[in-house]
């Protein structure tokens, strides 16, 4: 079935961030006297708040206090942090193809509605960008699927084999896993090649503008050209 649309994570796949959001995290945490290694908190970035605190926070306090330590790193981020934020290379250019083909662009992030707002104009794409959803339309956060029923949701609800997600973390591909759609990995975020394919990626750029260079073999591209192998070693 013909190719219809295209979900994008936004942190670590779009945006260059993922080291300012664990840093943020590891802030906060020793705001509130929480001990947290930066390479620990790094590995759970992808998921939301929800999902990542209860890795590091007890039950009991996180029951008293998880609304609080979230809003605190959620405003040190926006004045410490967010300034920093870059785009990869070639994000524009990748969605401009992607419209071109006739292919629907939206986003699926575990940020709040506002920085998912802000992350577009950063990325200079909000013009091209047809839906966004943020953590505000899902109930809970990836590796949970609900982000990417809500995505398909606003698109109409297409056949599932005719979405792509792109996303940099393990917690993306098995979100939209869940939600039965196919993901292709990008090698931005740092995360390992070997986490990618475990998760199950069917293909893995390393960044957008790779695969804006291989978009014509890609798992993108409404009907693939003959091209390098992308599929991840079994």
């Given amino acids: 079935m013909a190719m219809r649309a295209v979900v994008f994570d936004i942190d670590g796949t779009l945006l260059d961030s ?23 908190v790094r590995s759970q970035i992808g998921k939301g708040g929800d999902e990542l605190m209860p890795v590091f926070v007890p039950a ?40 071109a083909e006739g292919l629907t662009p939206a986003l699926a992030s575990s940020g709040k509605r506002d920085e998912v707002e802000h992350y577009q104009e950063i990325l200079g794409i909000a013009d091209l960008v047809a839906v966004a959803t943020s953590s505000d339309d899902a109930e809970r956060s990836k590796p949970h699927p609900d ?13 599932p084999d005719t979405v792509v997600v792109v996303g940099d ?10 939600a039965g759609l196919a993901t292709v990995g990008v090698l931005c975020g740092g995360f390992p090649e070997a986490d990618l394919s475990a998760a199950g990626c069917i293909a893995i750029y390393r960044d957008p503008q790779d695969l804006l260079d291989g978009f014509d073999a890609s798992p993108l591209a409404p009907s693939p050209l003959p091209g390098p192998d992308r599929t991840p070693p079994a």
Avoid: C
């Fill in 169 to 178: 973390t393990p917690y993306d591909a098995e979100a939209a896993g869940k």
């Fill in 60 to 99: 009991d306090r996180l029951a008293r206090q998880g609304a609080e330590i979230e809003a605190y790193r959620s405003d040190l981020f926006k004045r410490a942090y967010l300034a920093r934020v870059k785009p990869f290379p070639g994000v524009r250019a990748l969605f401009e193809r992607i419209r």
């Fill in 147 to 159: 982000i990417f029923a809500a995505v398909l949701e606003k698109l109409g609800n297409p056949p």
């Fill in 18 to 40: 993922v080291d300012l959001h664990a840093a943020a995290w590891v802030e906060a945490f020793a705001h509130f006297g929480i001990e947290a290694e930066a390479r620990a």
